[in-house]
Nanobody, 121 residues
Framework: QVQVVESGGGLVQAGGSLRLSCAAS????????MGWYRQAPGKQRELVAA???????TYEDSVKGRFTISRDNAKNTVYLQMDSLKPEDTAVYYC???????????????WGQGTQVTVSS
């Protein structure tokens, strides 16, 4: 089975930085896109940033200029560098990978278990 595992969350003061990592493993033929979503209490899950296998990036407006997404295709890993963090960035951050499995002809979405990011004021 494909597994997606995040790491790097934690508690940081406003203005600080954190780096999230996410690695996909298992019977993977290719990964189309990888991305980070977040969900704050009482709110819907939202896309924070995504990156295609060609390196094209997308960011949610509130994180532009503060967050940077990158990926290492050889390691099936995606990173999210978060700088100038604000209390409103507090949420559980989830990694998503759109995977083409070996011998399977369509892509499937796989999710990590989530990692808590808390920004104190």
């Amino acid at each position: 089975q494909v597994q997606v595992v995040e790491s790097g969350g934690g508690l940081v003061q406003a203005g600080g930085s954190l780096r999230l990592s996410c690695a996909a493993s298992g019977p993977i033929f290719s990964i189309n896109s990888m991305g980070w979503y977040r969900q704050a209490p009482g709110k819907q899950r939202e896309l924070v940033a995504a990156i295609s296998n060609a390196g094209t990036t997308t960011y949610e407006d509130s994180v532009k200029g503060r967050f940077t997404i990158s990926r290492d295709n050889a390691k099936n890993t995606v990173y999210l560098q978060m700088d100038s963090l604000k209390p409103e960035d507090t949420a559980v951050y989830y990694c998503n990978a759109r995977v083409r499995r070996v011998l399977i002809t369509r892509d499937y979405d796989y999710w990590g278990q989530g990692t808590q990011v808390t920004v104190s004021s």
